[in-house]
């Protein structure tokens, strides 16, 4: 079956600096949802991606789908304590259930 | 209004007992979802309903059992809870289902449930 591997678990920044997570997919994708999840919250939706190569930016947030759609990577420009959680990507392919990756946890030291 | 809400938030219980989790969403959406995060943080699916009908049931033990009675609720019992059970569980909803037509999902802010 699909599988969508994240890296890396957790990420510990200080304030101010860059940050980013990756996720890699065993089969070719579809598309890729990314989430976010505050300490102590539910998952949230940021974004999805569709096209090959395809780059969305929401304010610091950079989101990359690869050339093939195997791949995709969220950056963080500038962390700030607000960015604090852990970061979901989910894979959707085929006949395939959309499985999530295991999640990057993001702690920023102010 | 919240968009998916699920009942009760928190479940403190002993081993061997039943317990159930309820979840609606208003937003109109025709597939719902069960998804267990344990301490690790993983979320996995459980079970997806489409208009009330099962379409995704993954190896979870018969010990769990969804219901869906109509396409804007989706409850999960569980008999003879075990203490590997403890786990933050998330209903979810989407528009679509998946593949190239993989719908956005909106989680419910999640029930903790820890088995004694």
């Known amino acids: 079956g699909q599988q969508v ?6 990420q510990h920044v200080q304030e101010g600096e860059d940050f980013t997570t ?3 997919s065993s089969t070719t994708l579809s598309n890729i949802q990314w989430y976010k999840q505050r300490p102590g919250g539910h998952p949230v939706f940021l974004i999805q991606l569709v096209k090959s190569g395809e780059v969305k930016k929401q304010k610091r947030l950079t989101f990359q789908f690869g050339e093939a759609k195997k791949n ?8 700030q304590t ?3 959680g852990t970061y ?11 499985t999530f990756g295991r999640g990057t946890s993001l702690i920023v030291h102010p | 209004d919240t968009a998916v809400s699920q009942t009760p938030k928190y479940l403190v219980t002993q081993m061997g007992n039943d317990k159930s989790i309820k979840c609606e969403q208003n937003l109109g959406h025709d597939t719902m979802y069960w998804y267990k995060q344990d301490s690790k943080k993983f979320l996995k699916i459980m079970f997806s309903y489409n208009n009330k009908e099962l379409i995704i049931n993954e190896t979870v033990p018969n010990r769990f059992s969804p ?3 109509d396409k804007a609720h989706l409850n999960l019992h569980i008999n003879s809870l075990e203490l590997g059970d403890s ?7 989407s528009q679509g289902g ?9 989680f419910g802010e999640g029930s903790r449930l820890t088995v004694l």
């Open chain 1, 22 to 24: 990756y996720c890699n």
């Open chain 1, 72 to 79: 995709s990577s969220l950056h963080i420009t500038a962390t």
């Open chain 2, 87 to 93: 786990a933050v569980y998330f209903c979810a909803s």
């Open chain 2, 67 to 69: 219901k869906s009675p």
């Open chain 1, 88 to 98: 979901f990507c989910r894979g959707s392919g085929g006949s395939y259930i959309p």
């Open chain 2, 98 to 106: 998946w593949g190239a037509d993989t719908g956005e999902l909106f």
């Open chain 1, 5 to 10: 591997m994240q890296i890396p678990q957790y």
């Open chain 1, 82 to 84: 607000t960015d604090v």
